[in-house]
């Protein structure tokens, strides 16, 4: 049978597009059998208190940094989506006094302009701009790594990439979108090759750190997140770490409090990788063939899928 067209956005690929038994088995999933989805190569973790959560997120970049060496460099790839763990980041390093110097750190994305070109970081909504006002520029001057070892996807994107083969990405860390993207790796438009299936997985993997248009639920979800429902200021376009990168880490770590995504969108992708349902709509579920995954919950965010009157 042909698949369903989006009920959010008829020209796109997404989640709505998948065949209903896969999205009933998801809205059934309580909180306990999520839990119970742990497999080799996926892990699912729970937290019961934010304290705890995004403390051991932050506790991610510490780990990571630590391992790092002049003659083995390494770091981590963080994201704009959760951002509380950035302060917290910065306060450890300087109470640890840990030199992190010769560490490394990637943006997963930052945002483009109609022109083509990546905001600059007086933009309000600059994920560079998060970065460095709530975690880099809080390190003490002594501890700090250098400009040159924080990379972002702007400017030269080939150089961007091959960064991922000169220093070992030892983490990606990130959330997950409304449209289950990691980074901005949203579903593709329902167009040319692509207008009766999604891309095949193998493909959709295949692509590499790229300027991107966003599915217009991304766009709709920034402006709630971020500008206070303001959508005329959210660009269309962005560019983003793309799946070749992310294979290039040795863990991905996803971070879910229930802020960015609803109750039904967690259940759905973890459902997906835990029992290998890869499937280009729903890009988050490619990281079923990853090796090394790990879903982190904050319990109570986790919710019910259940009709809810307001």
Request: glycine share 8%.
């Amino acid at each position: 049978m042909p698949r369903a067209i989006s009920k959010v956005a008829p020209q796109w690929w997404d989640y709505t597009t998948l065949d209903d038994a896969i999205l009933d088995d998801a809205a059934r999933l309580a909180a306990e059998d999520i839990e119970g989805l742990s497999r080799p190569g996926f892990r699912v973790v729970m937290y019961d208190t934010l304290e705890e959560f995004y403390l051991a997120e932050a506790l991610e970049y510490i780990a990571a940094w630590r391992q790092s060496s002049n003659d083995n460099p390494a770091g981590i790839c963080g994201p704009i989506g959760p951002t509380e763990q950035l302060p917290l980041v910065a306060r450890l390093v300087n109470e640890l006094d840990l030199d992190v110097r010769n560490a490394h750190f990637w943006g997963m994305d930052e945002w483009v302009d109609e022109a083509g070109s990546p905001v600059p970081v007086s933009h309000p909504l600059s994920f560079a701009r998060a970065d460095l006002e709530l975690c880099f520029n809080r390190i003490r001057p002594e501890l700090r790594m250098p400009p040159e070892h924080l990379h972002f996807p702007t400017g030269d994107l080939d150089a961007y990439s091959r960064s991922y083969d000169q220093v070992r990405c030892l983490l990606m860390q990130g959330g997950q979108g409304e449209v289950k993207h990691w980074a901005f790796n949203d579903p593709p438009k329902r167009e040319g090759a692509y207008r009766d299936e999604p891309p095949p997985p193998a493909e959709y993997r295949g692509l590499s750190t790229r300027v991107t248009d966003l599915h217009p639920m991304t766009i709709i979800q920034n402006a709630r997140t971020s500008g206070g429902g303001q959508v005329s200021l959210v660009p269309t376009k962005a560019a983003t770490v793309g799946p070749v990168e992310t294979w290039k880490a040795e863990k991905v770590s996803i971070w879910q409090a229930g802020c960015h995504d609803n109750p039904f969108g967690m259940r759905l992708t973890t459902l997906m990788i835990a029992k290998g349902i890869p499937d280009s709509s729903v890009p988050m579920s490619l990281l079923a063939d990853h090796p090394n995954v790990q879903f982190s919950f904050y319990r109570p965010g986790i919710g019910t899928v259940a009709a809810e009157m307001h």
